[in-house]
């Protein structure tokens, strides 16, 4: 559907993207996750023909880019960074414009679109005075527009306020139920894990993990105790997940490696007569430093390697 | 066709679009205000100044003297301002990637950009004959124009003769227009472009001026700008004249190229 094949763009000494292979299936809602300067607008530009590669090429359906750009941009619709617009022109006649650009400007479309953004009252306004929740809307909007087969969305809850990031996410939920190909880039993991259902993890221009996005994160194992005998309640536990699993974080203990066994867990500390007061999993915690974790590794491999 | 009718439509949609025509236009209205309230009038006088005592006489001459005026700054500016604001200016609102995210040929988009600022410069020069004509027709009536080798040439005559000094200077501007686009797809900065194209006429014109780069002269255009005042003799010497408009072609087109090589290939990053 869309994939990329040893993508690589060199800016004078700095390797943006290095030999990137990514295969996004029809029907997917691929995250494509990274911290900010990890390569992920480089890779996105390249995709949609804006950028050229230094080397290996990106597939859209059947079509090569850079050189089939014009027949792949048939079937892709987004925007790389913020949506831009034609600020002294209303919404809808930028719809429009855009719309005749790849052959449907019609109003019934238009009013379509800016009905499943909920951008229809404020459409004819001018750009200029959008709020940057409105303007992405119109972004949105404007990449559904000629009902592409895959949306290529670059941070689109960026900057958002917390009901904006809800309504785009579950817009782009609801893009993939209805069998759109959704390619969203994100820096953050739990909003490509509220979404997606595959992705991939990229820094400095290299793909660090990939899979489905139960997989990504570190097996939901840990677990976090709250009990007033400390001591006691580590050696028990010690004994079954093994004492190097066992770390203290302020007044819990967290307990990794449980592997689905809690409730043998509670069993055996209820057994030792240790009184527990709570017992929570640690993994929200745990994604984000997972993250960091794997991207800071990252890091090292490429320090280790100067040479890539 | 489809790009061409949403570049011109984007151009009229700006507010610069009407400053420039209206700045424009302004000039030869302001000449003739000055030419009828002035109590000295200019008499003979060579090449531009000669077309000035004419008009203060002839509204017929006023059309002709704005463009004498206009090709020395004010025609150059605006050029480079339409030339150099399609692709940079654009990329500077990060428009450029939203329309290229279409699919649109980048020689398409190019060659609509540029197609649409040489009309804007056409009706710029059309507006300038428009405001001449009516200012000059209230304040000194159209006659028959009197030709600088003496002799005159009926009214309609005097009109085509004006018709085709406009075309002459619209092919010269097209140069100007050409090198701005040029400068544009290689600046990400539209003021840079325009700054830079005119800044490159100014020199050129410099060069023109002496005598010790007469060796170069054939080859600036800059330098033929002027050969229009050719048609106002009789008979009409048309040498400098088409070897100007094949000197205009040649510019054009080298620049012209040069900016869709660059373009096709360029990186777009804002």
């Known amino acids: 559907m869309l994939a990329t094949h040893g993508l690589t763009k060199r800016f004078g000494h700095m390797l943006a993207v290095d030999h990137l292979d990514l295969s996004v299936h029809r029907g997917d809602v691929f995250g494509f996750l990274g911290p900010n300067g990890a390569g992920k607008t480089t890779t996105i530009r390249m995709m949609v023909g804006l950028i050229f590669p230094t080397e290996g090429y990106v597939q859209v359906l059947d079509h090569r880019l850079p050189g089939d750009r014009l027949e792949a941009l048939k079937h892709v619709g987004g925007f790389v960074e913020v949506p831009a617009f034609y600020r002294n022109m209303t919404g809808r006649e930028n719809l429009r414009m855009l719309g005749e650009l790849s052959g449907d400007g019609s109003e019934a479309r238009i009013n379509e679109v800016l009905d499943v953004v909920g951008l229809r009252e404020r459409a004819d306004s001018k750009v200029g005075d959008y709020s940057h929740g409105m303007n992405q809307r119109l972004g949105i909007a404007q990449a559904l527009l000629h009902k592409p087969e895959v949306v290529i969305l670059d941070e689109p809850t960026n900057g958002l306020d917390p009901q904006g990031m809800k309504d785009v996410r579950e817009l782009v939920r609801a893009l993939g139920a209805a069998g759109t190909t959704v390619f969203l880039s994100s820096h953050l993991l739990n909003e490509v894990e509220q979404v997606c259902n595959r992705a991939v993890i990229i820094n400095k221009g290299r793909v660090v993990v990939e899979g489905p996005v139960s997989e990504l994160h570190p097996e939901h194992s840990a677990v976090k105790v709250l009990t007033r005998d400390q001591t006691r309640a580590r050696e028990v536990l010690g004994a079954v997940v093994g004492a190097h699993n066992i770390a203290l974080d302020e007044e819990y203990l967290v307990v990794d490696g449980v592997n689905g066994n809690v409730p043998d867990l509670v069993e055996e500390l209820v057994r030792q007569g240790i009184k527990v007061e709570a017992i929570v999993p640690a993994r929200e915690q745990g994604l984000e430093d997972y993250f960091l974790g794997l991207t800071q590794s990252a890091d090292v491999d490429a320090a280790r390697s100067p040479a890539a | ?270």
């Not at chain 2, 050969?227 to 012209?256: E, K, Y």
């Open chain 2, 1 to 270: 066709m489809k790009l061409l009718k949403l570049e011109f439509k984007k151009l009229i949609n700006q507010k610069r679009t009407f400053v420039g025509w209206a700045g424009i236009a302004a000039v030869p209205i302001i000449m003739v205000v000055a030419l009828a309230l002035q109590s000295h009038k200019p008499q003979g006088g060579q090449g531009p100044d000669r077309f000035f005592s004419l008009a203060a006489v002839n509204g017929m001459y006023v059309a002709i003297a704005a463009i004498a005026m206009l090709t020395t700054f004010l025609l150059p500016l605006l050029a480079s301002m339409a030339g150099s604001s399609p692709i940079a200016g654009e990329a500077e609102q990060a428009t450029l990637k939203t329309w290229l995210f279409r699919p649109v040929t980048r020689g398409g988009v190019l060659m609509s950009k540029w197609v649409t600022a040489v009309i804007y410069m056409a009706i710029a020069l059309g507006l300038v004959a428009a405001a001449a004509y009516i200012a000059g027709a209230i304040a000194f009536g159209l006659h028959a124009p009197a030709l600088l080798s003496g002799g005159s040439v009926s009214l309609a005559h005097g009109f085509w003769l004006t018709f085709l000094a406009y075309l002459f200077v619209l092919a010269g501007v097209i140069c100007v227009l050409s090198l701005a686009t040029l400068l544009s797809t290689i600046a990400n900065s539209s003021l840079t472009a325009t700054i830079g194209a005119l800044v490159i006429v100014i020199v050129l014109n410099v060069l023109g001026n002496f005598s010790f780069f007469d060796v170069l002269k054939p080859y600036l255009f800059t330098s033929r700008l002027d050969a229009w005042q050719n048609l106002f003799s009789s008979p009409i010497d048309w040498t400098p004249i088409t070897h100007g408009l094949i000197s205009f072609a040649i510019t054009s087109a080298v620049l012209t190229v040069g900016a869709w090589l660059t373009f096709r290939r360029k990186d777009v990053l804002v």
